[in-house]
Each structure stands twice: as C-alpha cells, then as structure tokens.
C-alpha cells in the first residue's frame, strides 16, 4: 500500500470509530462511561487526523515517511511500551483480584477498553520520548 492511500485508511478508521462512538453515546445516554469512551476515541481520532496531515505534507514535500531513524525509533518505542504494558497489566491483575474479593467487578469489554487505552497511551508516549530525545542531542 503506497503512502497516500495508507494516509486515508488512518483517516477514514478515525472517521468510523468517531461514528460509533457517538452511536454509543447517544444510544445509551450520557453517563460517565460514555462520556470516557467518546473522549478517548476523540482524541484517537484527532492524533490519526495529525499523523496524516503531518504525512501529506511529508509527501507534498518528498521526504520519507519512514526512514532508517524513524523505524529504529518506532521499534524501540514499541518493545519498551510492550515489556511496559505487560508489567503494568500484571498489577492491574492482581488489583482486579483484590477488587473482585471486595464485590467490584468490571465487564470484560471496559477491561478491553482500558488495556488497548493503556498500550496504546505507553506507546505513544515512548514514541514522543525517543523522538524528543534524539532531537535534542543532535542540536
């Protein structure tokens, strides 16, 4: 898949998420689990939207999307952001453990939700961070 057209799958699954999101809201109503899922997946959206303007002006200019630093960077980011997650994940077992004793139980598609809202939050934090990083040391 070339450039562009990888480019407008990132924003037309933004497009789609959006659209269910605000299905849900309106289907079930405001309450603060709605509420979190359309803010998140907004702000999903609205970092898709960026990357792909920041790609449309990286094609219209002619540089690479991905060079060798850029790769380098993005797989160092997500080997940290997985051995991080899985970390993280152990101790939001044993909580869930500890809370299940008390009476809390949560559905298992808000503990998908927050999980997949957790990888990919540690991601792109690692991502900024190596990036971040490497740009200072260079200038």
């Given at each position: 898949?070339?450039?562009?057209?990888?480019?407008?799958?990132?924003?037309?699954?933004?497009?789609?998420?959006?659209?269910?999101?605000?299905?849900?809201?309106?289907?079930?109503?405001i309450?603060?689990?709605?509420?979190?899922?359309?803010?998140?997946?907004?702000?999903?959206?609205?970092?898709?939207?960026?990357?792909?303007a920041?790609?449309?002006?990286?094609?219209?200019?002619?540089?690479?999307?991905?060079?060798?630093?850029?790769?380098?960077?993005?797989?160092?980011?997500?080997?940290?952001?997985?051995?991080?997650?899985?970390?993280?994940?152990?101790?939001?077992?044993?909580?869930?453990?500890?809370?299940?004793?008390?009476?809390?139980?949560?559905?298992?598609?808000?503990?998908?939700?927050?999980?997949?809202?957790?990888?990919?939050?540690?991601?792109?934090?690692?991502?900024?961070?190596?990036?971040?990083?490497?740009?200072?040391?260079?200038?």
């Open positions: 898949m070339d450039e562009r057209a990888r480019m407008w799958v990132m924003v037309g699954i933004s497009a789609v998420l959006l659209a269910i999101a605000l299905m849900i809201t309106l289907n079930e109503g309450n603060a689990w709605s509420e979190i899922v359309l803010l998140t997946i907004l702000a999903i959206a609205l970092v898709a939207i960026a990357l792909a920041k790609s449309m002006r990286e094609i219209r200019s002619g540089f690479p999307l991905q060079d060798e630093r850029s790769m380098a960077l993005s797989i160092r980011a997500g080997n940290r952001a997985f051995y991080v997650s899985m970390y993280i994940f152990l101790f939001m077992a044993m909580a869930f453990v500890v809370l299940e004793d008390r009476g809390v139980t949560f559905s298992n598609a808000e503990l998908l939700f927050v999980i997949v809202g957790l990888m990919g939050s540690i991601h792109i934090i690692f991502s900024v961070y190596y990036n971040r990083k490497g740009r200072r040391s260079s200038e």
